[in-house]
């Protein structure tokens, strides 16, 4: 049998591997790329094969650049089933509706941009009217706002014969592949093909997410796969640790599929996450300011809201509101509270022996209607919001931030990774910059909205919260787990992550390649 990679190889999205064995093909993993929107979209619409040749497909964790793509390849006549554990699927059932329409609005927002540079084109070579391209441009607009009128924005592709993009998959592609998307229990062997089972074991990265372990029969000959998915790190709360006893029939691991994500990075402790946070919240409140957490809606949300829980029941910080300002987010800690069988002995121990949920406590309201999230804004009292999108691109985040950042009281605490080009990397950048530089002169103006905004808010960042392992919790995983590893090929990573913990490993002795993508290893 063969593995080819075609996906998140020497990168860290779009994650997908393709299993061949004599009888089937199995797909590890059917994720989304993810980056600039042009580029995404043109990486995301090609399959690399024929969707229906493929049997089944395993997913490791709901992670959109794991699972994202599921929607296309089921609309793409894929006739298999999809196989995660069962508090993945729970997520999936709102992770993969929700990427649906952030098509929608992504493939909007491209045909708008192609239209407003060729009204530009022609108001430039004279063949329209200043004045008419400004009305035009007004008329993109649902009445003045930021919204985008989606009937002018038809009418004038059509009009100027552009070529309109399509969302990669719509509301009810993503409801196929729920259709077909079967969740399963941990530790149990499934059959996902001819002589082929797989057996999740737990990831320790985010709710439900597996380490899956893959054997296929040939001949009198069994061949063992294990596919980490993403490494979680150790000695977090809610969630169990990465797992280190696999059963006794499972240890002989032919191929390890690892990733690679800080292959080359060491994280802040886990034990400062708390004190950390605590100083954070104490300072700003004290101080009669609030904080503003943008947030992914899906665990670092929930981390969150465990750790505040844990803060106010101490009573080690000023038992503020909180706001969790995203529809998703409220789905999703839903999820999470029906999965209390995945969660680690210290969550039970601190919350569920008294009965109580470790996402939910009084001071805590969750919004979903427009009308409560703008409600929040002329919230006077010192109070702590937690909103999405994580890098603020998008999503409410933005317009709490239109009323935070100019006022020196408040806190904005940037709590996952702010990838480039984002609005979230800027001002953690330019933000710890002015802190640096004795807050003196003008402070430095951040553009969203369409509009200048001074950032006065204090920044603070947090790093420790990364749901991967770092290059020494990966070892750690490796070297107290009981798997005899024979060769370990590393995804995804940046290349040079992925090269640099190939190094590291290889000192400590182990086999280890780095693919590169479309690459195909025997097995
Ligand atoms: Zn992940």
Redesign the pocket.
Same mark, same amino acid.
């Given at each position: 049998m063969h593995i080819t990679f075609l996906g998140a190889v020497r990168e860290v999205t779009g994650s997908m591997h393709l299993l061949s064995t004599a009888n089937d093909h199995l797909l590890l993993d059917c994720g989304m790329f993810q980056g600039s929107r042009r580029e995404a979209a043109e990486k995301n619409s090609v399959m690399p094969f024929d969707p229906s040749i493929i049997t089944n497909v395993v997913v490791s %964790?709901a %992670?959109i /650049? %794991?699972s994202g793509r599921l929607p296309l390849l089921v609309r793409k006549d894929f006739n298999g089933h999809i196989y995660a554990t069962r508090a993945t699927y729970d997520s999936c059932r709102y992770l993969l509706p929700d990427s649906a329409k952030i098509q929608e609005s992504d493939a909007r927002y491209l045909n708008y941009k192609t239209v407003k540079r060729a009204i530009a084109e022609m108001e430039k070579e004279g063949g329209l009217r200043q004045r008419d391209a400004k009305k035009m441009r007004a008329m993109l607009k649902e009445n003045n706002s930021h919204r985008i009128n989606d009937a002018a924005l038809s009418r004038f592709l059509h009009k100027f014969g552009l070529k309109e993009i399509e969302p990669l998959y719509s509301p009810g592609d993503a409801d196929s592949a729920l259709g077909v998307f079967e969740g399963l229990p941990y530790r149990r062997e499934i059959t996902v093909g001819r002589d082929t089972t797989c057996t999740f074991y737990e990831a320790g %990265?985010?709710l439900g997410?597996a380490i899956s372990l893959i054997k296929v029969k040939e001949g009198d000959k069994t061949r063992t796969i294990c596919y980490t998915? /993403?490494i979680g790190r150790f000695d977090k709360p809610i969630l169990r640790d990465p797992v280190k006893r696999f059963a006794e029939t499972d240890r002989d691991v032919d191929l390890l599929i690892m990733e690679s994500t800080y292959g080359n990075r060491d994280h802040e402790e886990v034990a400062d996450l708390k004190p950390r946070l605590r100083q954070v919240l104490n300072s700003t409140i004290e101080g009669g300011g609030s904080v503003v957490i943008p947030s992914f809606a899906f665990g670092r949300t929930q981390e969150l809201l465990y750790y505040i829980h844990e803060l106010y029941n101490e009573k080690s910080v000023p038992r503020v509101p909180v706001w969790v300002d995203s529809p998703l987010a409220a789905n999703i800690t839903q999820v999470f509270a029906e999965h209390p069988e995945v969660y680690d002995a210290e969550t039970h121990e601190t919350f569920l022996k008294s009965g109580k949920n470790p996402f939910n406590f009084s001071q805590v309201n969750f919004t979903r209607s427009v009308e409560e999230s703008i409600a929040i804004t002329r919230e006077t009292r010192p109070h702590i919001v937690i909103s999405a999108s994580g890098m603020c691109e998008a999503g409410r985040i933005l317009h709490h931030l239109r009323y935070k950042i100019h006022n020196p009281k408040n806190t904005i605490l940037a709590v996952g990774y702010m990838a480039l080009n984002t609005l979230g990397r800027r001002i953690v950048e330019e933000g710890t910059r002015f802190e640096d530089e004795g807050r003196k002169g003008d402070p430095p103006l951040m553009r969203f909205y369409g509009k200048q905004y001074p950032l006065l808010a204090r920044v603070e960042k947090i790093g420790g919260f990364s749901?991967?392992g770092d290059r020494n919790e990966m070892l750690r995983f490796l070297q107290d787990s009981n798997l005899n590893i024979k060769r370990i090929a590393l995804v995804h990573g940046e290349k040079e992550q992925s090269l640099a913990f190939r190094d590291f490993l290889v000192g400590h002795g182990y086999d280890v390649v780095v693919p590169k993508r479309g690459e195909t290893l025997d097995v």
């Open positions: %964790h %992670h /650049d %794991h %990265h985010i997410s998915g /993403d749901a991967h």
